[in-house]
């Protein structure tokens, strides 16, 4: 545990897939402490944090747990902390929600959906037999969700050992994901929605398979904008940084050069999976193939969603993409 901040403690546990780790945060709040994020659940991630509690704690309970948003490693281990110290998570409503859709497979988020949804948009059905790893994915990382939350939504504010924070919504990434600001402190609990060397994953997903994330997050930084330009960023990966108006800038410049990409290459009809060669140089594995072509949609949702490009669907319903071009 490391002080990154008064009264902020930094935790490292680890994932067991190629991110590596996941950064949680500790905040002294009075009686108690606050956890904001879960770690997922592995054996690891569980002894790391029974030390936590008998080390480094003195002896004061978690009275509070915060949760940024669903993802297996941030509400990973919310059940058992819950369940430990007699909580309800403080989370938005669509976290919540989308929780519990994950864990139980409903409402287009099970198996069958993903892989409709990505041979729609062309990819090989010899490549989707070996895109199975959301079949059981969630609930490994996240065995069992609380019955109950305390909603949190944007622009609330509480008081945290004596500082006020502020909740920053910010969409794209996942529906509602909550980052905190203290603004006496100077320091932005950023979630995944501001990485310091990874871009954010924004994906469609079968839920919402028209749905514009990239338009979403990219509408989402503005609240970033308008924090102190020397704020401590303490983002879910990577290490704290200072320079969020420059992160923010980076992220739009890295999303626009891959919009631009796509329309040039989009002189031809095409679908999101014979475009990622155009969006990714490295190879994937099964796992990262699902995001790149998470990424790959979105791009091509916010072009179409814009008129830059044209949708079509063959007579197997395999969408295409191809550029609208004024014909003079
Ligand atoms: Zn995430």
Redesign the pocket.
């Known amino acids: 545990m490391k002080e990154v901040a008064p009264g902020i403690y930094w935790v490292r546990m680890p994932l067991p897939f190629a991110l590596e780790h996941i950064n949680l945060w500790l905040l002294a709040d009075g009686e108690g402490w606050t956890v904001v994020d879960c770690g997922y659940a592995t054996a690891p991630t569980r002894a790391a944090w029974e030390r936590i509690f008998a080390q480094h704690l003195a002896a004061r309970p978690v009275t509070r747990l915060i949760v940024t ?1 669903c ?1 297996p ?2 509400i990973g281990l919310c059940g058992w902390l819950c369940e430990k110290f007699g909580l309800m998570p403080w989370t938005t409503q669509s976290e919540y929600l989308l929780a519990h859709a994950y864990y139980h497979r409903i409402g287009g988020a099970d198996h069958a959906a993903l892989v409709a949804l990505h041979e729609r948009h062309g990819l090989a059905r010899g490549k989707l037999a070996a895109v199975n790893w959301r079949e059981d994915h969630y609930r490994r990382g996240v065995p069992a969700l609380p019955g109950a939350f305390r909603r949190i939504a944007h622009g609330d504010k509480f008081e945290i050992g004596g500082n006020s924070w502020q909740v920053i919504v910010g969409h794209g ?2 529906p509602e ?1 909550a980052a905190l600001h203290c603004e006496a402190l100077g320091v932005l609990i950023s ?2 929605m501001l990485l310091p060397r990874i871009s ?2 924004v994906s469609v997903w079968p839920m919402e398979p028209e749905g514009d994330p990239l338009g979403e997050f990219l509408a989402s930084l503005k609240h970033f904008m308008v924090l102190d330009a020397g704020t401590l960023a303490l983002p ?1 990966h990577g290490l704290p940084f200072r320079g969020i108006h420059e992160r923010v800038a980076e992220l739009k410049r890295h999303h626009q050069s891959r919009l631009d990409r796509l329309v040039a290459v989009c002189e031809r009809p095409a679908t999101a999976a014979e475009l990622l060669p155009h969006l990714f140089k490295r190879k994937f594995d099964d796992y990262q193939l699902v995001f790149a072509m998470g990424e790959a949609m979105a791009h091509l949702n916010y072009l179409m969603h814009r008129g830059a490009l044209k949708r079509t669907a063959d007579p197997d319903g395999i969408y295409r993409f191809v550029r609208r071009v004024a014909i003079a």
């Open positions: 948003h993802h490693d941030h990434h996942s994901h979630g995944d954010t994953n879910s």
